[in-house]
Nanobody
Framework: QVQLVESGGGLVQAGDSLRISCAASGSVAGRFEDYAMAWFRQAAGKEREFVAV????????HYADSVQGRFTVSRDNTKNTVSLQMNGLKSEDTAVYYCAARSGIMRSIVRDYPYWGQGTQVTVSS
């Protein structure tokens, strides 16, 4: 069984920072280093969209243009966790943020990820 659990969401003001995290357990945790880990988000009434991804070692990352320079993805393979540091938050960053895992190389498409967390709400007030 694969389980991804996000935490750290909340209500912040525009310009604030927030850090959300995702903890892996089950079969993903046993081989965490085999998985690329990604963050997606879904705003109300919109499709789920790619935010950031990090490769198995943490050396390579890729970001959506909308968050480039403001968000930083990182991972700790000793703790089976991946985090997203969000700085300079804007109202348009308001969404449910999802952690996702896939075996192999980084991808930025929703359908390429078989494992998902339940999501954590991030709300940015302007």
């Amino acid at each position: 069984q694969v389980q991804l659990v996000e935490s750290g969401g909340g209500l912040v003001q525009a310009g604030d920072s927030l850090r959300i995290s995702c903890a892996a357990s089950g079969s993903v945790a046993g081989r965490f280093e085999d998985y690329a880990m990604a963050w997606f988000r879904q705003a109300a009434g919109k499709e789920r969209e790619f935010v950031a991804v990090i490769n198995w070692s943490g050396v390579s990352t890729h970001y959506a243009d909308s968050v480039q320079g403001r968000f930083t993805v990182s991972r700790d393979n000793t703790k089976n966790t991946v985090s997203l540091q969000m700085n300079g938050l804007k109202s348009e960053d308001t969404a449910v943020y999802y952690c996702a895992a896939r075996s192999g190389i980084m991808r930025s498409i929703v359908r390429d990820y078989p494992y998902w967390g339940q999501g954590t709400q991030v709300t940015v007030s302007s």
